[in-house]
């Protein structure tokens, strides 16, 4: 069992404090993956929780015992870098077995352990390697069974797989979201890419500042952003920005009007002024590009991406930002020509200016549309 609990995590370098706060409650088994721009704290969540950092403020807690002031190697926690940090002069098997040589284990528990590892991480042709004559996913994977070999209750990545190509990292991917399927262990994970956030994650934790912006399954982020900074995170291209008038408030029914004239309703949480600008969200992907949704809008094409199966175009509306549409790659996109595209009303997010925050119930959009039956 390994839960692990964070209770109000401050840290501070001196007089700066760069992490304000943090709650956290992770369950035995889960696949936890931080996610958050470069310098927004992850890194140094993750190093306290494995004790290579101090504690500023509040408790860290694992199954129930608070370890702030418990060294790394007794945290019962492994943790995987971004360089693999492998020593040159050893052998896969000598790597991975240098930390259980180091704790003293019996030779023949050692042996047992490492051919587990490598056989886990079909490794076990490549025992007798050296780093060099291995290529970067296989060093990678290495450095992984010298986590694995030590058993630990909880594993930490961070950005493991940054130094890689960019099949690699996929295929990479693949294999650590397999191998937690076998082990079965608590894994935390460091990322600033979304998408393998979206893709190996149980449960997403958006960083933002040293702030926890919002916690969830993957689809909830997506389908459930509480503010503008996760809906402009999570999901790929990122969601478009509109401006939206506010024309008449019944109640929490609110009439908008978009900045080219296009008028709809909606219902709030809470109330807003007539005359206030709220910002509309519209994903990518929401937009057809046909008069089938419930909103028409007229968009002027300036570049148009065909990639085969899906194409992208980068357009301006009524001289806002950049509107981003992804369609079916069948579809033909004049580039310079003027398109309408249509949107639907559940698929709508709308925040408050101001604050940034969603104006929309949280449990509005459905998490799973449909649950596909194997053949
Ligand atoms: N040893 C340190 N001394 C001072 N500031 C630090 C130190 N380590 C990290 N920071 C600062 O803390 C913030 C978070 O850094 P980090 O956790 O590495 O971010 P991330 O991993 O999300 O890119 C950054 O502003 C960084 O400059
Ligand atoms: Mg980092």
Do not use: W
């Amino acid at each position: 069992m390994a839960d692990l609990k964070l209770n109000k995590v401050i840290k501070r370098f001196g007089d700066v404090q760069t992490i304000h706060g943090v709650d956290l409650d992770i369950k035995h088994g889960e696949f936890v993956v931080f996610v958050g721009p470069s310098g927004c704290g992850k890194s140094t969540l993750l190093r306290m929780i494995a004790g290579l950092e101090t504690i500023s403020d509040g408790e860290v807690i694992i199954d129930g015992l608070t370890v702030n002031d418990v060294s790394p190697s007794d945290r019962g926690i492994a943790m995987v870098f971004q360089s693999y940090a492998l020593y040159p002069h050893m052998t896969v098997k000598e790597n991975m077995s240098f930390g259980l040589r180091l704790a003293k284990k019996p030779k023949e528990e050692i042996e047992q352990r490492v051919a587990e590892a490598a056989r886990v991480l079909k490794l076990e042709h490549l025992l007798d390697r050296l780093p060099k004559q291995l290529s970067g996913g296989q060093r990678q994977r290495v450095a992984i069974g010298r986590t694995i070999v030590r058993n630990p209750k909880v594993f930490l990545f961070d950005e493991p797989l940054s130094n890689l190509d960019a099949e690699l990292r996929v295929q990479m991917r693949v294999e650590i979201s397999k191998l937690h399927e076998q082990l079965g262990n608590t894994m935390i994970y460091v990322t600033h890419d979304q998408v393998e956030a979206m893709t190996m994650a149980d449960k997403i934790v958006v960083l933002r500042d040293g702030r926890v912006e919002q916690v969830g399954a993957p689809l909830e982020l997506y389908h459930n952003p509480v503010n503008q900074f996760v809906a402009g995170f999570i999901g790929s291209p990122r969601m478009n920005f509109l401006n939206a008038k506010v024309l008449q408030m019944d109640g929490n029914k609110v009439s908008l009007e978009l900045t080219g004239g296009e008028q709809f309703s909606m219902t709030l949480d809470r109330p807003v002024s007539v005359g206030d600008v709220l910002l509309m969200g519209i994903r990518p992907e929401h937009l057809e590009v046909d008069t089938s949704g419930d909103v028409n809008i007229s968009l002027k094409v300036d570049v148009v991406e065909a990639l085969g199966g899906t194409t992208f175009a980068y357009t301006q509306y009524a001289g806002e930002d950049q509107v981003v549409v992804v369609t079916d790659g069948s579809h033909i996109i004049p580039r310079g020509k003027t398109i309408t595209a249509s949107f639907n009303l559940e698929h709508v997010h709308l925040f408050d200016t101001n604050t940034a925050t969603s104006l929309l119930q949280q449990q509005k959009a459905p998490v799973v549309a449909k649950i596909l039956s194997a053949a």
